[in-house]
């Protein structure tokens, strides 16, 4: 009992404050929530008694009372019937094209920001891997620099040649691609199925089930490492294989998840009318719901790739050998080492520009993968909805 | 309402599921014991984990070629693992399911945690073994080590694989490196400033104001004297600098039993009540404090007026080539011994810090894999040549002392000098101060307490306060914290 | 309605995701869950032989750990911080976007760029952009010999050189830094979540108000974000979660310190803490599972009224 009680003394602090924090954050949530679905009409209720009803037309009344605070965001007809008594069509219509053009400037220049300011950070990471380290790191002849390089004073274009030999990227990008496809292809397999048997088959304890798949997406992964690594190793015998790579990441109930609701406005007719035609389920989920649901699993296949290409940890841990190593392990168990003025290599000193040079190499494939399918991306996303 | 009473049998499961588990603890290997006749010339394959990069590894693969020769059956995995950190996280997930390389780098913090495990072999009845082994070509070779190897080892280096508290030698020494002091000569020179050789002044006056002119305390003063705006003193590793000085005034570091942490005290206090002073009159810098930035690259730079030059470079001889200064920075370097507790102490009671990787050796359900991971260590570590060869190209000091005879790096001491042969001139001091280096004591937490004495230091010194009392209050609470987290 | 073959066809499509949930998930769960009611649990301990009482002094110590509440007030700033900032900028950058028809395509790119770099990769960018060079930070005359890019840009303003990540930074410096990257990092997958959802709505709703006269602002409220509702109550729930797991961004921009170098730790966050108790030189695995459950008490807790707020609010 002891026990229970100092946890009660030195713990409640800790669990007030997350009780607290928690309640506190839903208040926020709801009242929100609130806020939006509330239309704005009590926001905008009391400045409408402020001002006299000129137009009666039942509901859209309101406008004249929001029509002044949204100029700047171009309610332009609004607008227009506030002050259509006044003045003539014409300069009505001026100053609605003059706000248009002016809101549509402001628009963009807003997103252009957003985008210099997204794009930034990769524009220095390319800038950094072209650097000489001194003039990276602001040491030998650049010492005397206060503010960094924008553009590189000397193009090295052999940092790239230097990153490529020193982390052997070409074997590395070999075993990448290989799991990548293999563990995408039975990935994808395992999901179709599985999210065909959620949307369209009834069975006991189906919803049991789904929440509990989805319960486990709330689970901190970093704890599964040690247990998981027993069972692969030890249970299954699979240290340095490709196998061990592949099979524990097959089940991502994120992508079922994301596939079942596809699935779901997949109408029900279909299904009826494929029965009624003696189809097989399999066949039906074959010819008719698969190429329905093909963005979705485009962009499922995308997202699959690119975490065999990000993942570090597990396969740091159960696959580390020369023949199975994938490219971020490589990446990171290479050092790329300042080369010193006598031939040795500085053991402490990285040579960060050529790592940006290994970075941008490894993040390209992805880039380029990204743009041509981002269209594919777009449609899985937005025709699953993701209705519950 | 169903999912939330599914979710709640879930972890009703889950539960009742634990005190089913409960029970099942893990079977360990037997202890190892020598089998007879030592290395029975079976066919056997040994995996050995190093933290080499691309150009020592490939040394290390020529050598394991050599060896092949003499034992063809032993077949060696050597897989290069990255840092150090990583590789004691991959060989401590492994050990947890029984499993493990063979041999593997390491230091002696990482022997004291797989040391839990009960996995690491001791070594003395391997080193004192006389059973002859015999090789491919006929010949033979002691299993163990004979008296002449023993006795070739720098007795610090060796010594560090019996500092666990228990008396048993659990590592064998790799390769080696001390910390040392790299200071501007041209600059002492012109200036006719004396080396530092120990840190405070005698009279307890601060700076200019003392009359103990080999102080460092002195030296630090007269430099940002001279040259307003330099750092006078970079050191690398703040966590080094901190041990060596409590271990210097005797105040009280940490032990191999039980209670560990002897670091919380008035002595210490005072200490880092000085370095405060240095650091708040931009009188030294670490590695650290500056986000990862190598001092030494203050050390060598040509420009003084960036804040960003330093005449006394304290770092390790591993590093030693990186102390050599930049084309366009023309001066002399010189190498001393870091300063000391008082002013001319003799190297056998000077102390500095001794690192680098061992070697320890993992137990196996098949005896012979580990007699033959300990002849390829043996075979490696007792090699003049691949410890000449390693330690030229990696920087690190060899642990035998034959390898000074060897032409290769005897040429390399002879040459030493401060300019084109820095690393040869590292390795010969490094020989000359042998006598005071000592190792930190391993324990599970020593790497805590380690990490958390560069985190100590950090804080300390940028501790803010109007009065004495008022900082002596926040270094008295930067030291309760640190020591918290190392005992928790 | 339910029939037997039926049935047992779902369960067979279902068998694989079956099968390596439960030897992949949930036996490291339950292995999990074993360990935190272990005293004083150490793996390498259990691997020597040594036997464990079963009792809760993990929690206790994972309770009564200062660092944990250090760790539990950053992650609950940064997510609660970071969740409603990211999706209003990603809401209204969706409705920009929307409704422009020059430069679209290329700006969807750009926006959708960070969503497929390495978070820790970019983290170091970000941490070269904000830190200074020089000597003596956290001292009295600190010398500054470079401002950083940040620093050189606010400065184009008036604005003094701000201490953003160096030794004796303050905290909200700190923070402010990783409010920004982790909106930069979360921005994508809430503008493609979002951006899909506008892009589904159905034109006729905006036909009629249109019609009717409704003005745009008034259309957002009443059409807009109604029908995007689901979209916005999955970008939270997801934001959420993901922000009760933040790790690897705090890495990437202060390195496993958590923190400038004279307040190590000031950063760190629940998973921080798990990965440091698991993954340091004396790792304590009974407390890093016992860390984890608690984690995993309040994203669930959080993740069920999000749902139920949700549930009444979210118009579908």
Same mark, same amino acid.
């Given at each position: 009992?002891?026990?229970?009680?100092?946890?009660?003394?030195?713990?409640?602090?800790?669990?007030?404050?997350?009780?607290?924090?928690?309640?506190?954050?839903?208040?926020?949530?709801?009242?929100?929530?609130?806020?939006?679905?509330?239309?704005?009409?009590?926001?905008?209720?009391?400045?409408?008694?402020?001002?006299?009803?000129?137009?009666?037309?039942?509901?859209?009344?309101?406008?004249?009372?929001?029509?002044?605070?949204?100029?700047?965001?171009?309610?332009?007809?609004?607008?227009?019937?506030?002050?259509?008594?006044?003045?003539?069509?014409?300069?009505?219509?001026?100053?609605?094209?003059?706000?248009?053009?002016?809101?549509?400037?402001?628009?963009?220049?807003?997103?252009?920001?957003?985008?210099?300011?997204?794009?930034?950070?990769?524009?220095?990471?390319?800038?950094?891997?072209?650097?000489?380290?001194?003039?990276?790191?602001?040491?030998?002849?650049?010492?005397?620099?206060?503010?960094?390089?924008?553009?590189?004073?000397?193009?090295?274009?052999?940092?790239?040649?230097?990153?490529?030999?020193?982390?052997?990227?070409?074997?590395?990008?070999?075993?990448?691609?290989?799991?990548?496809?293999?563990?995408?292809?039975?990935?994808?397999?395992?999901?179709?199925?599985?999210?065909?048997?959620?949307?369209?088959?009834?069975?006991?304890?189906?919803?049991?089930?789904?929440?509990?798949?989805?319960?486990?997406?709330?689970?901190?992964?970093?704890?599964?490492?040690?247990?998981?690594?027993?069972?692969?190793?030890?249970?299954?015998?699979?240290?340095?294989?490709?196998?061990?790579?592949?099979?524990?990441?097959?089940?991502?109930?994120?992508?079922?998840?994301?596939?079942?609701?596809?699935?779901?406005?997949?109408?029900?007719?279909?299904?009826?009318?494929?029965?009624?035609?003696?189809?097989?389920?399999?066949?039906?989920?074959?010819?008719?719901?698969?190429?329905?649901?093909?963005?979705?699993?485009?962009?499922?296949?995308?997202?699959?790739?690119?975490?065999?290409?990000?993942?570090?940890?597990?396969?740091?841990?159960?696959?580390?050998?020369?023949?199975?190593?994938?490219?971020?392990?490589?990446?990171?168990?290479?050092?790329?080492?300042?080369?010193?003025?006598?031939?040795?290599?500085?053991?402490?000193?990285?040579?960060?520009?050529?790592?940006?040079?290994?970075?941008?190499?490894?993040?390209?494939?992805?880039?380029?993968?990204?743009?041509?399918?981002?269209?594919?991306?777009?449609?899985?996303?937005?025709?699953?909805?993701?209705?519950? | 309402?169903?999912?939330?009473?599914?979710?709640?049998?879930?972890?009703?499961?889950?539960?009742?599921?634990?005190?089913?588990?409960?029970?099942?603890?893990?079977?360990?290997?037997?202890?190892?014991?020598?089998?007879?006749?030592?290395?029975?010339?079976?066919?056997?394959?040994?995996?050995?984990?190093?933290?080499?990069?691309?150009?020592?590894?490939?040394?290390?693969?020529?050598?394991?070629?050599?060896?092949?020769?003499?034992?063809?059956?032993?077949?060696?995995?050597?897989?290069?693992?990255?840092?150090?950190?990583?590789?004691?996280?991959?060989?401590?997930?492994?050990?947890?399911?029984?499993?493990?390389?063979?041999?593997?780098?390491?230091?002696?913090?990482?022997?004291?945690?797989?040391?839990?495990?009960?996995?690491?072999?001791?070594?003395?009845?391997?080193?004192?073994?006389?059973?002859?082994?015999?090789?491919?070509?006929?010949?033979?070779?002691?299993?163990?080590?004979?008296?002449?190897?023993?006795?070739?080892?720098?007795?610090?280096?060796?010594?560090?694989?019996?500092?666990?508290?228990?008396?048993?030698?659990?590592?064998?020494?790799?390769?080696?490196?001390?910390?040392?002091?790299?200071?501007?000569?041209?600059?002492?020179?012109?200036?006719?400033?004396?080396?530092?050789?120990?840190?405070?002044?005698?009279?307890?006056?601060?700076?200019?104001?003392?009359?103990?002119?080999?102080?460092?305390?002195?030296?630090?003063?007269?430099?940002?004297?001279?040259?307003?705006?330099?750092?006078?003193?970079?050191?690398?590793?703040?966590?080094?600098?901190?041990?060596?000085?409590?271990?210097?005034?005797?105040?009280?570091?940490?032990?191999?039993?039980?209670?560990?942490?002897?670091?919380?005290?008035?002595?210490?206090?005072?200490?880092?009540?000085?370095?405060?002073?240095?650091?708040?009159?931009?009188?030294?810098?670490?590695?650290?404090?500056?986000?990862?930035?190598?001092?030494?690259? @203050?050390?060598? #730079?040509?420009?003084? *007026? /960036?804040?960003?030059?330093?005449?006394? =470079?304290?770092?390790?001889?591993? %590093?030693?080539?990186?102390?050599?200064?930049?084309?366009?920075?023309?001066?002399?370097?010189?190498?001393?011994?870091?300063?000391?507790?008082?002013?001319?102490?003799?190297?056998?009671?000077?102390?500095?810090?001794?690192?680098?990787?061992?070697?320890?050796?993992?137990?196996?359900?098949?005896?012979?894999?580990?007699?033959?991971?300990?002849?390829?260590?043996?075979?490696?570590?007792?090699?003049?040549?691949?410890?000449?060869?390693?330690?030229?190209?990696?920087?690190?000091?060899?642990?035998?002392?034959?390898?000074?005879?060897?032409?290769?790096?005897?040429?390399?001491?002879?040459?030493?000098?401060?300019?084109?042969?820095?690393?040869?001139?590292?390795?010969?001091?490094?020989?000359?101060?042998?006598?005071?280096?000592?190792?930190?004591?391993?324990? @599970?937490?020593? #790497?805590?307490?380690? *990490? /958390?004495?560069?985190?100590?230091?950090? =804080?300390?010194?940028?501790?803010? %306060?109007?009065?004495?009392?008022?900082?002596?209050?926040?270094?008295?609470?930067?030291?309760?914290?640190?020591?918290?987290?190392?005992?928790? | 309605?339910?029939?037997?073959?039926?049935?047992?066809?779902?369960?067979?499509?279902?068998?694989?995701?079956?099968?390596?949930?439960?030897?992949?998930?949930?036996?490291?769960?339950?292995?999990?869950?074993?360990?935190?009611?272990?005293?004083?649990?150490?793996?390498?301990?259990?691997?020597?032989?040594?036997?464990?009482?079963?009792?809760?002094?993990?929690?206790?110590?994972?309770?009564?750990?200062?660092?944990?509440?250090?760790?539990?007030?950053?992650?609950?700033?940064?997510?609660?911080?970071?969740?409603?900032?990211?999706?209003?900028?990603?809401?209204?950058?969706?409705?920009?976007?929307?409704?422009?028809?020059?430069?679209?395509?290329?700006?969807?790119?750009?926006?959708?760029?960070?969503?497929?770099?390495?978070?820790?990769?970019?983290?170091?960018?970000?941490?070269?952009?904000?830190?200074?060079?020089?000597?003596?930070?956290?001292?009295?005359?600190?010398?500054?010999?470079?401002?950083?890019?940040?620093?050189?840009?606010?400065?184009?303003?008036?604005?003094?050189?701000?201490?953003?990540?160096?030794?004796?930074?303050?905290?909200?410096?700190?923070?402010?830094?990783?409010?920004?990257?982790?909106?930069?990092?979360?921005?994508?997958?809430?503008?493609?979540?979002?951006?899909?959802?506008?892009?589904?709505?159905?034109?006729?709703?905006?036909?009629?108000?249109?019609?009717?006269?409704?003005?745009?602002?008034?259309?957002?409220?009443?059409?807009?974000?109604?029908?995007?509702?689901?979209?916005?109550?999955?970008?939270?729930?997801?934001?959420?979660?993901?922000?009760?797991?933040?790790?690897?961004?705090?890495?990437?921009?202060?390195?496993?310190?958590?923190?400038?170098?004279?307040?190590?730790?000031?950063?760190?966050?629940?998973?921080?803490?798990?990965?440091?108790?698991?993954?340091?030189?004396?790792?304590?695995?009974?407390?890093?599972?016992?860390?984890?459950?608690?984690?995993?008490?309040?994203?669930?807790?959080?993740?069920?009224?999000?749902?139920?707020?949700?549930?009444?609010?979210?118009?579908?």
């Amino acid at each position: 009992m002891t026990s229970l009680l100092s946890i009660s003394q030195g713990g409640a602090i800790a669990l007030g404050v997350i009780l607290g924090v928690v309640i506190l954050l839903e208040l926020c949530y709801i009242v929100y929530l609130f806020y939006l679905r509330a239309t704005g009409r009590k926001h905008f209720s009391f400045r409408r008694d402020r001002q006299t009803q000129t137009v009666a037309q039942g509901e859209t009344q309101t406008d004249d009372g929001f029509a002044l605070t949204t100029e700047s965001l171009g309610d332009t007809k609004a607008l227009g019937k506030g002050v259509m008594k006044e003045r003539n069509i014409e300069t009505v219509k001026k100053v609605q094209k003059v706000v248009k053009i002016v809101v549509k400037v402001l628009i963009y220049i807003f997103l252009i920001v957003v985008a210099i300011s997204v794009l930034f950070p990769f524009y220095w990471m390319i800038i950094s891997s072209l650097k000489s380290y001194d003039e990276y790191a602001l040491e030998g002849e650049f010492a005397s620099r206060v503010t960094p390089t924008f553009f590189p004073q000397t193009i090295l274009w052999s940092n790239y040649a230097d990153a490529f030999k020193t982390a052997n990227l070409g074997t590395l990008f070999v075993n990448t691609v290989f799991v990548g496809i293999v563990s995408t292809i039975l990935s994808l397999v395992i999901t179709v199925l599985a999210a065909f048997a959620f949307a369209r088959m009834q069975f006991r304890g189906k919803n049991a089930l789904f929440a509990a798949l989805l319960a486990t997406m709330m689970i901190p992964g970093e704890l599964f490492t040690i247990t998981n690594y027993g069972t692969v190793t030890n249970f299954f015998g699979w240290a340095n294989t490709y196998t061990a790579l592949i099979v524990p990441f097959l089940v991502s109930v994120f992508y079922i998840y994301l596939l079942r609701q596809n699935f779901l406005q997949i109408p029900d007719e279909l299904y009826y009318a494929a029965k009624v035609d003696g189809t097989s389920d399999l066949k039906y989920l074959w010819k008719v719901m698969i190429p329905l649901a093909l963005p979705t699993i485009i962009s499922i296949t995308i997202l699959k790739m690119m975490g065999s290409w990000n993942s570090y940890i597990w396969p740091r841990l159960v696959a580390n050998d020369s023949l199975h190593q994938l490219i971020t392990n490589g990446l990171r168990d290479t050092d790329f080492f300042v080369h010193l003025p006598d031939g040795s290599v500085d053991q402490d000193k990285i040579n960060y520009p050529v790592q940006m040079a290994a970075v941008t190499l490894v993040s390209i494939p992805l880039f380029l993968v990204f743009i041509f399918l981002r269209k594919y991306i777009m449609k899985g996303v937005s025709r699953s909805g993701l209705k519950g | 309402m169903k999912k939330f009473i599914a979710v709640i049998l879930a972890v009703l499961l889950v539960v009742s599921a634990l005190f089913v588990f409960a029970a099942c603890t893990k079977k360990r290997k037997a202890d190892f014991v020598i089998p007879e006749g030592g290395y029975d010339g079976s066919a056997v394959t040994i995996t050995f984990m190093s933290s080499m990069g691309q150009s020592y590894g490939n040394i290390l693969d020529e050598f394991l070629a050599k060896f092949k020769e003499m034992y063809p059956n032993i077949t060696v995995d050597h897989q290069r693992g990255g840092d150090y950190d990583s590789n004691r996280d991959v060989i401590k997930t492994q050990l947890g399911n029984n499993q493990a390389p063979n041999l593997a780098f390491c230091y002696s913090d990482h022997v004291a945690l797989y040391n839990r495990s009960k996995a690491v072999v001791v070594l003395d009845s391997l080193i004192d073994s006389d059973i002859e082994v015999t090789r491919a070509d006929g010949t033979t070779e002691r299993l163990g080590l004979t008296d002449e190897q023993k006795a070739d080892f720098i007795q610090t280096y060796y010594n560090e694989g019996r500092s666990f508290g228990d008396d048993k030698m659990y590592m064998i020494p790799f390769a080696k490196s001390t910390e040392l002091m790299y200071y501007n000569k041209t600059s002492f020179d012109s200036w006719q400033l004396p080396v530092p050789d120990h840190w405070f002044a005698s009279d307890d006056k601060e700076g200019l104001e003392t009359s103990d002119h080999t102080s460092m305390e002195y030296a630090l003063a007269f430099i940002k004297d001279k040259d307003p705006k330099s750092t006078p003193l970079g050191v690398d590793s703040g966590a080094n600098w901190l041990i060596t000085l409590f271990e210097q005034f005797e105040t009280g570091y940490t032990k191999a039993t039980a209670p560990h942490y002897l670091f919380d005290n008035e002595e210490n206090y005072n200490i880092l009540t000085t370095l405060r002073r240095w650091y708040q009159n931009n009188w030294f810098t670490t590695r650290q404090l500056l986000s990862g930035t190598y001092t030494s690259s @203050y050390f060598t #730079s040509a420009s003084s *007026d /960036q804040g960003k030059k330093s005449y006394i =470079s304290i770092g390790s001889s591993a %590093g030693a080539a990186k102390q050599v200064p930049a084309a366009s920075a023309n001066f002399d370097v010189g190498v001393s011994l870091i300063p000391q507790k008082a002013a001319n102490t003799p190297i056998s009671e000077s102390k500095v810090i001794s690192q680098g990787p061992s070697v320890c050796l993992f137990n196996s359900d098949n005896p012979q894999e580990v007699v033959a991971s300990w002849l390829l260590a043996k075979y490696l570590i007792t090699n003049a040549e691949f410890e000449a060869r390693y330690g030229l190209e990696a920087g690190y000091l060899p642990v035998i002392q034959s390898v000074q005879q060897l032409s290769g790096y005897k040429d390399k001491l002879d040459t030493a000098d401060t300019k084109d042969n820095m690393a040869g001139m590292a390795a010969k001091l490094c020989l000359e101060y042998k006598d005071a280096l000592f190792v930190s004591p391993a324990f @599970y937490g020593s #790497s805590e307490a380690r *990490d /958390q004495m560069d985190a100590l230091l950090n =804080s300390c010194v940028t501790v803010k %306060g109007n009065s004495a009392d008022e900082i002596r209050q926040g270094i008295i609470e930067k030291f309760k914290d640190a020591l918290a987290k190392c005992e928790y | 309605m339910v029939d037997g073959k039926k049935q047992w066809k779902a369960w067979l499509y279902l068998l694989p995701v079956i099968i390596l949930t439960l030897v992949f998930t949930v036996w490291p769960i339950i292995n999990t869950v074993r360990i935190a009611f272990l005293d004083d649990y150490t793996l390498m301990d259990d691997v020597g032989g040594m036997e464990f009482s079963v009792g809760v002094h993990n929690f206790e110590k994972v309770v009564n750990n200062p660092e944990f509440l250090t760790c539990l007030k950053n992650t609950l700033l940064l997510t609660v911080i970071t969740v409603p900032i990211s999706t209003f900028l990603a809401l209204l950058i969706a409705v920009c976007l929307n409704s422009i028809k020059a430069l679209n395509r290329l700006l969807q790119t750009i926006y959708f760029l960070p969503y497929v770099t390495n978070t820790i990769a970019i983290g170091i960018v970000f941490s070269t952009m904000f830190s200074m060079v020089g000597t003596g930070f956290g001292g009295e005359n600190p010398y500054i010999s470079t401002a950083g890019i940040i620093n050189n840009i606010i400065g184009i303003f008036g604005i003094e050189p701000v201490n953003w990540v160096n030794t004796g930074s303050t905290y909200w410096a700190n923070m402010f830094v990783m409010i920004v990257y982790i909106v930069w990092n979360a921005l994508p997958f809430k503008i493609l979540i979002l951006l899909g959802g506008l892009q589904s709505v159905n034109k006729q709703y905006y036909d009629a108000a249109k019609v009717d006269g409704t003005g745009r602002v008034r259309t957002f409220f009443r059409i807009t974000v109604p029908m995007l509702s689901p979209m916005l109550a999955y970008v939270v729930i997801t934001g959420f979660i993901g922000g009760f797991k933040e790790y690897s961004s705090v890495v990437g921009v202060f390195t496993e310190d958590m923190g400038p170098p004279d307040k190590q730790g000031a950063l760190n966050t629940m998973v921080g803490f798990i990965n440091h108790n698991l993954m340091s030189g004396s790792p304590r695995e009974g407390i890093a599972s016992a860390g984890a459950i608690l984690l995993f008490i309040i994203i669930f807790a959080v993740t069920m009224l999000n749902m139920y707020v949700s549930k009444k609010r979210v118009h579908y």
